[in-house]
């Protein structure tokens, strides 16, 4: 399964500083974190992979259904999604899906230099004196893709997000990750918001919220630290997601090669 964020911002949107200070400590962060120590202790099994693999891309590369550029996406979506594959596994017997996530790039330029700039921004964080410069000037210091003002109202209401799911699978039923036989089935998903920084986050807030207080009985009943997908598998927040202009549906007017 392919994963691509596709989002559309306006002539100079920018994000909260906040996001920039967050991903500073993250990345400096990251080599004392004892993050995969953790993952280790919370999924302990080994789970059944498919031999059957989402193909390999380089760090840039174009996908032509969508006509687009692709980067690899840095944040934490692989990782969430992976965390909530594993429960399925363990808790539902089900066999869990490869997932890589992408973003979409509009131009090869703009690919190069948001590359060039994470090399150089990840470098810059190792180093104290370096990192206090990109913390106390994060304007300057992001090519002001993150401003301590973030973007003004209007620009939060042209912007938008499409989050593009590319699926390959089985039509036989029963037939899963442990078959010899190659998948064949191609689907694809889309999730489709507003300004995915401030109107939709807010927006999945309130529809979680609210799903934990109306749809309490159909939670997991023995509590704990959940991903949104273990959690509220069976209840209605794509509905509530849905009266925030949040909306998922299958687009069969685009046909993926996986």
């Known amino acids: 399964m392919q994963i691509l964020a596709d989002i559309v911002m306006g002539k100079g949107y920018s994000f909260n500083s906040g996001t920039y200070q967050t991903l500073i400590l993250g990345i400096s962060e990251a080599k004392n974190d004892g993050l995969g120590k953790i ?3 919370i999924m302990p099994e080994k789970l059944e992979r498919s031999k059957f ?3 390999k891309r380089g760090n840039l590369w174009w996908n032509a259904p969508l006509q687009t550029n692709a980067l690899p996406f840095p944040g934490a979506d692989r990782s969430v999604v992976q965390r909530s594959q594993y429960f399925d596994a ?3 017997k089900a066999h869990p899906v490869t997932v890589e996530c992408y973003m979409s790039v509009a131009s090869k330029l703009n690919a190069y230099l948001l590359m060039a700039w994470l ?3 990840s470098t810059l964080v190792q180093y104290e004196f370096t990192r206090k410069l990109l913390q106390a000037y994060p304007g300057f210091c992001s090519g002001y893709l993150f401003k301590e003002t973030g973007p003004t109202r209007q620009q939060a209401k042209e912007a938008s997000f499409t989050y593009w799911v590319f699926g390959k699978g089985w039509t036989e039923e029963g037939a899963n990750a442990a078959t010899a036989t190659p998948p064949t089935k191609t689907v ?3 999730c489709d918001g507003p300004d995915a920084g401030y109107i939709a986050t807010a927006g999945c807030v309130l529809s979680s919220a609210l799903t934990i207080l109306l749809d309490s009985d159909k939670l ?3 509590g704990g630290v959940f991903t949104t997908a273990s959690a509220f598998k069976n209840t209605k ?3 509530r997601l849905a009266e925030h202009g949040i909306t998922f549906r299958i687009d069969e007017s685009v046909h993926p090669t996986l």
């Open 188 to 190: 694809v998903a889309r």
């Open 90 to 92: 363990v808790e539902n």
């Open 237 to 239: 927040i794509y509905e």
């Open 220 to 222: 997991p009943h023995e």
């Open 53 to 55: 693999k989402p193909a």
């Open 39 to 41: 993952r280790k202790a």
């Open 119 to 121: 090399v150089i921004f």
